[in-house]
């Protein structure tokens, strides 16, 4: 049975989560689909084990709201 921090720190990821996917709705590009997936799976396994650190979260957390830098196709 989890402790009441371990719970209190699950409610805080749920909110973020949860948040963040509010939050980047409205947003386009290519890199905000697959980071709400991201967050949708994430939300999805909450009950099993393995869950992400804390960086690896604030990944998740961040993802929809980081462009992702184009690479120039034109090297030469």
């Known amino acids: 049975m989890p402790s009441e921090q371990e719970k209190a720190a699950r409610r805080v990821r749920v909110t973020a989560a949860k948040d963040a996917l509010d939050r980047s709705a409205g947003l386009g590009g290519a890199h905000v689909p697959p980071a709400r997936a991201a967050l949708k799976n994430f939300l999805r396994q909450l009950n099993e084990p393995g869950q992400p650190n804390d960086a690896v979260f604030q990944v998740l957390i ?14 030469r």
């Open 62 to 75: 961040d993802a929809p709201f980081r462009e992702i830098p184009v690479r120039n196709q034109q090297r």
